[in-house]
């Protein structure tokens, strides 16, 4: 279910082998220099409450109100520079569609204190795959890069299953999409 205020600009497609990508279609976060995080948590907090369900396991994952902060401001959002950085920005625009096509879910035990409650039945880590325009000197879309990533979802101490973050972002190089 999306409530989501904003329009958004997202399809789901197949790739020449038959693999789902979500199809990213505009870039809502620029800039040269580094992005603005805080536009980005602000954007997220609009979808607080939606909720997608996963095709392969049939999980029902729910947008909670630790998205935006954990997504925007975590260790490894930090750790970003430059296309990656302005990739996982990007990629919130189409949160919900990688959820609904991850695949290859794993699970493992919460370790860590801080998280007894919130991932009280642990940690689900699944793969996903999305597309970004590459824009020419025209203006005009050349390509599309595709990126292979990792949602991480909690799965709380109520039963409910949240999307924690988008981790270990890696551009696929192989075959970047063509535009006609």
């Not at 809502?28 to 536009?39: A, C, L, M, V």
Request: glycine share 8%; hydrophobic share 35%.
């Amino acid at each position: 279910m999306k409530k989501g205020k904003r329009e958004r600009n997202v399809s789901v497609i197949k790739d020449a082998d038959g693999n789902n990508i979500v199809m990213i279609n505009d870039i809502i976060f620029k800039g040269k220099r580094s992005i603005d995080w805080d536009e980005v948590e602000k954007y997220l907090k609009d979808y607080v409450g939606d909720f997608y369900k996963n095709v392969e396991t049939n999980d029902i994952v729910y947008f909670g109100k630790d998205l935006p902060d954990e997504y925007a401001h975590s260790e490894y959002t930090n750790s970003l520079k430059g296309a990656y950085a302005k990739a996982k920005a990007n990629a919130t625009q189409g949160l919900g569609e990688m959820l609904e096509i991850a695949f290859n879910a794993n699970y493992t035990e919460n370790k860590k204190e801080k998280h007894i409650i919130d991932a009280a039945k642990g940690w689900y880590r699944f793969e996903s795959r999305f597309a970004l325009p590459v824009y020419g000197d025209n203006g005009e879309v050349e390509r599309f890069n595709v990126y292979h990533i990792y949602l991480i979802v909690r799965h709380d101490q109520n039963g409910k299953k949240y999307l924690y973050d988008l981790i270990n972002i890696k551009k696929e190089t192989s075959n970047p999409l063509g535009c006609h």
